[in-house]
């Protein structure tokens, strides 16, 4: 079956710019989680949906950073006034319910340049 | 808090020989814990947890992790190493608040399996 989905791929923003990046989670789905990968390191956590809930937003570094789900399905994470320390992978990721014990499925990542 | 370590950047083994990726964890309570693999331009892909049970999990690809309390490990094993293997791994464990435990993942930095012909 079709996995997490992510779009774009690769997106490149002068600074200052807003971007708004978008994820399609496991149909059927229930949490949705954003994780930002900076280079060379692990992911780190930004937010988590519980379907349109959002139970934890903890992770976003800035007010700059803002992420919905409308209808508990697909989810966009929006970047206001970009910066270049915003430079990174942002990857989504999806699990069956809010179980601990179900495993996160992740997409590809939206690569996020910012010149 | 709930952290991991994976104490080498990169590891090199030649194909056909065992592979060991290491990693320790510390977290208050039970810990829920987990391995990914990473190729090029590719998100995680889910390879093995540990919930509870026994100490040898088995996951994708041949691979297997030995949870150890004593020393607080979790360590990524397969007997036979492929060049196809060679990747980023990561270990990660569930975090935990004065709730319980929420369910975002808390990764380590990462080794670079390099795997030799």
């Known amino acids: 079956g079709a996995g997490v989905s992510q779009s774009p791929r690769y997106k490149v923003a002068k600074r200052g710019q807003d971007v708004a990046l978008r994820c399609d989670p496991i149909?059927?789905?229930?949490?949705l989680f954003w994780y930002q990968q900076a280079l060379g390191q692990g992911p780190e956590f930004l937010t988590y949906?519980?379907?349109?809930?959002?139970?934890?937003k903890s992770g976003l570094p800035s007010d700059r950073f803002f992420a919905e789900r409308p209808e508990g399905s697909v989810s966009t994470l929006k970047i206001q006034r970009t910066q270049q320390e915003d430079s990174a992978v942002y990857l989504c990721?999806?699990?069956?319910?809010?179980?601990?014990?179900?495993?996160?499925?992740f997409g590809p990542g939206t690569r996020l340049t910012v010149t | 808090a709930q952290s991991v370590a994976q104490p080498e950047d990169q590891v090199n083994v030649a194909e056909g020989n065992p592979l060991t990726v290491k990693c320790t964890y510390s977290?208050?309570?039970?810990?829920?814990l987990f391995w990914y693999v990473q190729y090029p331009n590719r998100g995680l892909q889910f390879l093995l947890k540990?919930?509870?049970?026994?100490?040898l999990v088995k996951g994708s690809y041949g691979f297997e992790a030995e949870f150890n309390k004593s020393q607080t490990s979790f360590h990524l094993k397969k007997p036979s190493a492929l060049v196809s293997d060679s990747a980023l791994y990561f270990c990660?464990?569930?975090?935990?608040?004065?709730?319980?435990?929420?369910?975002?993942?808390?990764f380590g930095t990462g080794t670079l399996l390099a795997v030799q012909p």
């Open positions: 990721a999806s699990s069956l319910t809010g179980s601990l014990t179900y495993e996160q499925y």
């Open positions: 149909s059927g789905h229930v949490s």
């Open positions: 949906f519980q379907n349109e809930a959002q139970l934890d």
């Open positions: 977290v208050s309570g039970n810990p829920y």
């Open positions: 540990y919930i509870t049970g026994d100490n």
């Open positions: 990660a464990v569930r975090d935990r608040d004065y709730g319980g435990a929420t369910n975002k993942l808390i």
